[in-house]
């Protein structure tokens, strides 16, 4: 509902109100709104349909009288009758009882705020985890497709796993990390998210724990917790997750998998240290834990090239490990893969098969040209420096305006800088602040619900201007309005 495109026409002979009106009755006669929706506020509306909100209390109270709506205190206002369900012999369904009902839990209220935020150009974003529009290899891009279209090529279906080139491709590209993978243990997902859900709904039975950093990515979808699994913490620090008591936590709690994000961590763009990987690959090999091992970020590195994935000391099949493109070469192509013990693949495979039928066929003839042309490691060369620019030039902001109220470590790759913000300063309170003064936040509550002192700072997306506005004010905003 707060995607509301229409807006009432000012040169109009009619009036505004009766505009509104008549276009919320034919949400509501239309059946778009259905018994129990629940009306924006009337302060939202007005910013919606840019009006005074005398406006929208008229064109409501139209609604009232013709018995389509109900306000009652502490409730709000909700449709409460529509004309073709009055005329009905036997009452519409219950569509809200069935939005309350469905599995998959929705959005924490928070997230569902930045999700909209987003799509409001005016917004400066300060933690979205994605590349600029202005990073993104467009050129590039139009010579691939160029490519593409001198070859025949099919837009069907592809097998279960996906093409066999690209699985043949990411093979050889694998090997440049130390995994070796044949292509029959290569599953092509479209993006890591599916990735998880796939593991969610085809190997783990309801009520599983899954453990995990905290803070985690993990907390911030839902894709576990809608399938019936349980989350559990493991402390994090600065070398990555904490071994010593995985054993423990995995008797005591019967845990299923573990689940990391040992290069560049999100939120916090840790890197896990190489004897921190022996360890955790160890600890995890004796207890019998097998890991998810996320490397969606592993090719954005800095100054140095990062310790190897996990999944190349993997001599046992312990660890299911994840890769995507849409950290760096492009969101919308929504191809990733997972690779792990042929059994499992297989097991996904067919999940993936009942779900959606296969990733697109044509994002999979992009991405394995963008790799088997060179012209992926090529561009990974030009993004690495970009981003390492753009996180020089963050840093720099924070010395200048945080340094009295926040700390933060230099992340070595990745996109983001988890900023510590000072005792006394709720993020959750911050983040409506600077809302409303068109600073888009991600707080720390998003990935651990105790936290209440963070920030996932993101260098990645808004521009450069952005990136000094936001932060300036945002630094003036905290200090005029959290600090006495």
């Known amino acids: 509902m707060s995607e509301i495109e229409w ?8 009036p505004l109100h009766q505009q509104i009106s008549d276009y919320l009755k034919n949400k509501i006669i239309n059946g778009e709104w259905t018994i129990g929706t629940k009306i924006p506020p009337q302060r939202h509306l007005a910013k919606l349909f840019q009006v ?24 709000g206002t909700k449709v409460i009758n529509n004309s073709w369900g009055l005329l009905a012999s036997t009452p519409p369904p219950d569509w809200i009882n069935y939005v309350k009902s469905g599995m998959h839990q929705p959005n924490m209220t928070i997230i569902q705020k930045i999700n909209q935020a987003e799509t409001d150009p005016q917004i400066i974003r300060l933690g979205t985890g994605e590349l600029s529009p202005d990073l993104l290899p467009n050129n590039k891009m139009k010579q691939i497709l160029q490519l593409i279209n001198e070859q025949s090529i099919s837009l069907g279906y592809m097998e279960p796993k996906g093409s066999l080139s690209l699985r043949k491709t990411l093979s050889g590209y694998l090997k440049s990390k130390g995994i070796e993978a044949s292509t029959e243990s290569i599953l092509i997902v479209s993006g890591a998210l599916q990735a998880l859900q796939l593991i969610s709904i085809g190997l783990l039975k309801r009520g599983s724990t899954i453990l995990h950093e905290t803070p985690s990515y993990l907390n911030s979808v839902h894709v576990f917790q809608s399938a019936g699994m349980n989350l559990l913490s493991v402390p994090l620090d600065d070398k990555g997750i904490t071994v010593e008591s995985i054993g423990r936590i995995k008797r005591q709690h019967n845990a299923a998998l573990l689940y990391t994000i040992p290069t560049f961590h999100n939120p916090t763009g840790t890197l896990m240290s190489e ?58 192509l929504r191809i990733g893969w997972i690779v792990g013990p042929q059994p499992v693949i297989e097991r996904l ?63 070595k790759g990745g996109f983001y800088i988890w900023l510590s913000l000072q005792s006394g300063i709720s993020t959750r309170k911050l983040f409506d602040s600077a809302l409303r003064e068109g600073i888009l936040l991600n707080p720390g509550s998003v990935y651990d619900k105790a936290d209440d002192h963070h920030l996932r700072l993101s260098y990645s997306y808004a521009s450069m201007a952005q990136l000094e506005e936001g932060l300036i004010r945002l630094a003036q905003l905290i200090k005029d309005c959290f600090i006495n």
Do not use: H
């Open 275 to 332: 004897k921190r990987r022996i360890e955790l690959l160890k600890v995890c090999q004796k207890e019998s834990i097998p890991i998810i091992e996320d490397d969606v970020y592993g090719d954005l590195w800095f100054e140095n090239t990062p310790p190897k994935p996990l999944k190349s000391n993997d001599s046992q099949g312990n660890v299911l490990y994840i890769g995507s493109v849409s950290k760096t070469l492009s969101p919308g």
């Open 349 to 411: 495979a067919d999940i993936k098969m009942q779900t959606d039928y296969g990733s697109s066929s044509l994002s999979q003839y992009v991405v394995e040209k963008w790799i088997s042309s060179g012209l992926y490691e090529e561009y990974l060369q030009d993004i690495r420096k970009d981003l390492q620019f753009r996180r020089d030039f963050t840093i720099q902001i924070l010395k200048k305006y945080f340094s009295d109220i926040a700390t933060w470590e230099v992340p």
């Open 52 to 75: 005074n909100r005398s406006t929208i209390v008229f064109a409501l109270e139209e609604l009232a009288a013709d018995g389509l709506i109900e306000s009652r205190v502490g409730s």
């Open 7 to 14: 807006k009432p026409r000012k040169s109009s002979s009619i």
